[in-house]
């Protein structure tokens, strides 16, 4: 495989064609974050509902490139119905993964290990972090709130 | 122009096998510039205004040339030209120094959605201190400022018209010495970012007769990090300056102080000495190539990709019309970012972004957009690959479903 073909695999274009759970929601008992990389325009919004320490819903819109807008759908389905502590492994493991740096391997990242491609772009690690970061502040402000 | 002995100018080519298509950004630098920095850094080094011994009297000569070639190369007098750290630094010099004291509630400030944010916001924050509205001037269909759509948003409550001389997405020229004259007729003061057009178009401000005008080095082959501020004597002298400090003051006693005359009035702390006297270089250099050569070779660039792309069904350019030399486009159903992966894949440097316009992103209605922009050093070899590189990308992505 090339490195394009790396980058944009089959599996992460399929996530950007067809994002799952797309479109947010009004109810009040999911936390919001926005985040918007001034430089490229990349502008994510996630959604998480989270209820007895378990996150039982994630949501998210936005608009920005393949690798950005697909990574929010990843996620979604990746850490739903995960307690907020093991989510939050994933993220962390997943950022140490995209920058190339050591990661509990044993975690079972199933399509968001697509994302390895992108440690070879190092200009487009920010685009595949963008919707974890934002996902991270949605379950991190519940922690507060407790 | 022969294009192949330029490139040898530019040592960044030494080792880079790049087609730099992102001079609107920022432009390369020539051997000659980086000698000069490096000439005062090794044989100078010493402060300027400051200090009677030798050195300090040479770098501050070299520093007045640059500032004497700079006022010539605009046709403005030694006076009326400030170093300022960008074309940045020198719109806000003129929203704060000039606008924040001249300005009341009712007042009008035009600008347009072609604007950078660097002559957006500081009028926005402006109006916003002194209760002065920000006006647009209507754009064309195409995106353009046109002298009618201007009449029609000048009124007698304008005080400041503040617009793009070329715009620096699409590229187009405003008429700026007819709206200068209206604006004129009411009084208001005008302000050019002159940021796409002094690395491109001859300027001469008398004949504008712009109150202010702005524009970087680092876009015309200079140092980064250096703007310079044009501004009629007598706007300078009643201006404000926005910075108070060593070199800016005449006298400073405990009961009060008093300025300099401009341009030191502006130009408080010791200044980028090297960037300011190697600026000297890069206005040589382009005043050898000439600008009637320069525009030639950058529309003939243009034209090239412009005959390739109107070939490529699923390219979308925004500014076919543009006398400059910039193509703004796009390939449709794919963000511009991941096309600039591809491209920089085969060593393409161009922009993919909002380009600091976002009103004008909006105007567009679009996210971002690609923008490929030429200067001196650009061949038709850099087009060939750009167009190789554009089609791959369209096939990339559309294998991949897009
Ligand atoms: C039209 C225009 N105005 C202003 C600027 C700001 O210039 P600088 O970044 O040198 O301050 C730029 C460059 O980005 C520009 O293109």
């Not at chain 1, 009040?28 to 325009?41: A, L, M, V």
């Not at chain 2, 005080?159 to 200068?180: D, E, F, R, W």
């Amino acid at each position: 495989m090339n490195r394009l073909e790396n980058l944009y695999r089959k599996i992460i274009m399929d996530h950007y064609k067809n994002p799952r759970n797309k479109g947010l929601t009004d109810d009040t008992r999911y936390k919001q974050e926005h985040i918007k990389n001034p430089s490229c325009g990349d502008d994510v919004t996630i959604q998480s509902f989270v209820e007895d320490g378990v996150v039982k819903d994630i949501r998210h819109d936005g608009s920005g490139c393949s690798i950005c807008c697909s990574s929010a759908s990843v996620l979604s389905v990746l850490l739903k119905d995960r307690p907020v502590k093991e989510a939050l492994a994933f993220s962390e493991n997943y950022t140490k993964m995209i920058a190339n740096q050591p990661y509990d391997e044993t975690l079972e990242f199933e399509d968001a290990l697509a994302y390895q491609g992108v440690r070879k772009f190092p200009a487009r690690t920010k685009c595949a972090t963008i919707a974890w970061k934002a996902f991270e502040s949605t379950v991190k402000v519940e922690d507060n709130d407790e | 122009m022969e294009s192949l002995s330029l490139k040898k100018d530019f040592p960044v080519f030494d080792q880079n096998d790049i087609a730099y298509l992102d001079t609107a950004a920022t432009s390369l630098t020539p051997r000659s510039v980086i000698g000069k920095l490096t000439d005062y850094y090794n044989n100078y080094s010493a402060n300027v205004h400051r200090g009677v011994y030798r050195l300090s009297h040479e770098a501050t000569e070299l520093y007045n040339a640059t500032r004497e070639a700079t006022a010539r190369f605009i046709n403005a007098e030694f006076e009326e030209i400030v170093f300022t750290r960008g074309a940045s630094s020198a719109l806000n010099l003129v929203a704060f120094g000039y606008g924040l004291s001249n300005l009341n509630p009712g007042d009008e400030i035009i600008i347009s959605e072609l604007e950078h944010h660097s002559n957006f916001l500081p009028w926005q924050q402006v109006a916003k201190k002194t209760g002065a509205k920000v006006v647009y001037v209507p754009l064309s269909e195409e995106g353009r400022i046109e002298v009618e759509a201007f009449a029609s948003v000048l009124n007698e409550n304008t005080k400041i018209v503040a617009l793009t001389h070329v715009s620096n997405v699409m590229g187009y020229i405003t008429p700026i010495k007819a709206i200068t004259e209206l604006a004129h007729s009411q009084n208001a003061v005008v302000c050019v970012d002159a940021a796409q057009s002094a690395p491109h178009l001859q300027i001469d401000v008398k004949e504008i007769d712009c109150d202010f005008l702005a524009f970087s080095s680092h876009k015309m082959l200079g140092p980064k990090g250096l703007g310079v501020l044009y501004g009629k004597k007598k706007r300078l002298e009643n201006m404000e300056p926005v910075e108070y400090g060593g070199d800016m003051v005449e006298t400073a006693s405990k009961d009060g102080s008093t300025w300099q005359a401009p341009p030191l009035k502006f130009e408080t702390g010791t200044p980028p000495i090297a960037s300011v006297v190697a600026f000297f270089e890069a206005l040589r250099y382009l005043q050898n190539i000439g600008f009637v050569a320069l525009k030639e070779h950058e529309q003939r660039l243009k034209k090239y990709v412009l005959d390739a792309f109107s070939n490529i069904e699923s390219v979308k350019v925004y500014n076919p019309t543009s006398e400059t030399g910039m193509v703004t486009f796009n390939i449709e159903g794919v963000h511009p970012h991941d096309v600039v992966t591809v491209l920089d894949e085969d060593n393409i440097a161009l922009r993919a972004g909002h380009h600091c316009a976002q009103p004008l992103m909006q105007w567009l209605g679009v996210v971002a957009t690609l923008r490929a922009s030429f200067y001196v050093y650009n061949t038709l070899e850099d087009c060939d690959r750009l167009i190789e590189s554009v089609k791959k990308a369209v096939t990339f992505f559309k294998e991949a479903g897009l």
